[in-house]
């Protein structure tokens, strides 16, 4: 199996990234093949041009969109901000869960065009950390995420994870949720065998 994680954090220490290592790790451990993007490291572009034609596309693009197509689950990994993802993972949302990449259009039986998606990717993995407390958080990534992109893109299997308050948390916790991490990890990618 072939799992694509996007990961869209800025600080390369933060839980964020242990969480993208965590995955990749136990994943790999599995024998498993990962495909991995950290948007910050690649300098990922998340602003949509108007000339949407693949005549301008760079090799990075080129990789993402490669590499979502060909994937078989995808974890996108950021943190909560404003109650939305960052602008860089929305940006890639964008720019690269396109018609035609992620999904097409098709003619309903009642007439009306709807989205079909096309991704061959049968799980979505979302993990978000956060800094609110719990009573504050709502399901509005929880809907972005599973509602409004990957059910639209084709992946009906969509699970999610929020970890907060991370700025209160401390060592112990962390290494609390990791173990989470890596056991939802090994559920949805288990050893082969």
Known sequence: MQVLIILGHPNTISFNHSIAETCKKQIEDNGHTVLFHDLYAEEFNPVH??????????????SH???IKKCDALIVI?????????????????RILIPGVAY????????DTVPVGILKAGTGLIINTSNTPDNFENDVLETIWKKNVLNICGIKNVKR?????????????????????KQLVNTLFPLIK
Not at 49 to 60: E, G, I, P, R
């Open 49 to 62: 041009q108007s000339d949407s034609s693949n005549t301008k596309l760079n090799d990075l693009t080129k």
């Open 65 to 67: 969109f490669s590499d």
């Open 78 to 94: 950021h943190p909560n901000w404003w109650g939305q993802p960052p602008a860089i993972i929305k940006g890639w949302m964008d």
């Open 104 to 111: 097409d259009f098709t003619i309903n039986d009642k007439g």
């Open 161 to 181: 994870l929020n970890f907060g308050l991370i700025k209160k948390s401390d060592q112990y916790q962390r290494v609390e949720w990791l173990s989470e991490v």
